[in-house]
């Protein structure tokens, strides 16, 4: 980032070691180097001049170089349901979606990779977002630290933590982002900073076959994979990156997914489109696709968005279909939608400021 001229590094975008390297070229011990972590991943501090265990000169050479970013807020809009949607305004304009989803025994974090998304999956509203750019490490990062500020999480660790999980399934495929998702993440579990573990991360794509393999091996985050149709035909049309990754390498990809168990099974998202993917037989072809993975199934109704083609599937025929996979041995299947009047839930995520223009253009 270029701030009057001077060439200032964002340290939210640096792992440990990187910071560590970079103190060393300013001359400063390791230790100082772990002080900074402690202030920027511990205590969610964001000025060096609120860092009480470093000398005056120390940060001021220190504010000479670097910076802690936070993102600025465009607009956080609670739903009747406790869910909150902020719209996150980045350092070139550019906005994302982040949305905390509070629960009985967790709260959950969603969080976006990308402005925008290339996929155009047929049913998403993300998708019809021309604007698409990679977040940085930083950008993804900063969408936990300002949940944290903003739910009074600091110091990081506390007990009866407001935000326990992380899930990406907001804006964007992760996947395509994988180089800095998979840092990201590895800041985020970090034990001496926020320490969210693994397990509680899910990451959800929509099959980029080569990464889901690498995923496991690297960072071993849970895994939701976007299923969607149980046919190529029709998953062509919904999710036309299957045209490049067919179902059957998308499930084979699954299948040997490390450190699958049956407490660690596979997350199969499937969005219930009336007349469109919803029959008895799609179950019943949904069971066979999976048998033997260990796997729980999440039947989201549709959530409609200005100008989508679709509808969800009615409540009975979404519970006929739950039953079949129950009786397979699938319990409670079905999401229910949360944030929805403020556009949180899944696939309603677009930035506002697009929003706009479409509807000034229109
Ligand atoms: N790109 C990734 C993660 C973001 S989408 C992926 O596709 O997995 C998060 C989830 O919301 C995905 O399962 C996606 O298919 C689903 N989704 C998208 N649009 C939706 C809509 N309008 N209603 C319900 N779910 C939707
Ligand atoms: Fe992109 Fe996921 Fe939306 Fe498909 S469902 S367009 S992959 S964000």
Excluded at 142 to 151: C, T, V
């Amino acid at each position: 980032m270029n701030i009057a001229g001077l060439d200032l590094q964002d340290l939210t975008d640096f792992s440990f070691s990187e910071i560590s390297e970079a103190f060393l070229q300013l001359e400063l011990p390791k230790f100082r180097a772990n002080q900074i972590w402690s202030w920027i991943w511990c205590h969610g501090v964001t000025d060096f001049q609120d860092m009480n265990n470093i000398s005056k000169p120390i940060r001021s050479l220190l504010a000479e170089h670097f910076i802690i970013a936070r993102p600025a807020i465009s607009r956080r809009q609670k739903s009747y349901d406790g869910t909150i949607k902020w719209l996150i305004r980045l350092s070139d304009g550019h906005e994302v979606e982040t949305v905390y989803i509070p629960e009985e025994d967790r709260g959950t974090l969603c969080i976006s990779s990308q402005v925008g998304c290339t996929l155009n999956c047929s049913f998403c509203h993300t998708g019809t977002q021309r604007l698409v750019r990679n977040l940085t490490v930083g950008e993804i990062c900063s969408q936990i630290l300002l949940a944290m500020d903003e739910l009074g999480e600091w110091p990081a660790g506390k007990l009866n933590r407001k935000l326990t999980n992380i899930v990406l399934m907001g804006m964007g495929e992760p996947l395509f982002n994988y180089e800095n998702v998979a840092k990201a993440m590895k800041i985020v579990m970090s034990g001496d900073g926020i320490g969210i573990s693994k397990r509680r991360i899910t990451l959800s794509t929509s099959g980029i076959v080569p990464e889901i393999i690498r995923c496991g091996e690297d960072l071993g985050v849970n895994l939701a994979i976007s299923l969607h149709a149980v046919n190529d035909t029709l998953r062509n049309e919904l999710v036309p990156i299957n045209r490049k990754y067919n179902l059957q390498a998308l499930i084979d990809a699954v299948r040997n997914y490390p450190g699958l168990s049956n407490t660690r099974r596979v997350t199969w998202e499937y969005v219930m489109l009336d007349g469109v993917n919803d029959s008895q037989e799609d179950a019943i072809a949904l069971l066979k696709l999976i048998r033997g993975i260990p796997s729980k199934i999440n039947l989201i109704p549709f959530n409609p968005w200005p100008g989508s083609n679709y509808i969800s599937s009615k409540s009975e025929k979404i519970e006929k279909f739950a039953a079949i996979l129950l009786k397979a041995g699938y319990a409670s299947p079905i999401r229910t939608p949360r944030g929805s009047d403020i556009l949180a839930a899944c696939g309603q995520l677009k930035s506002d400021s697009v929003r706009l223009r479409a509807s000034q253009r229109a």
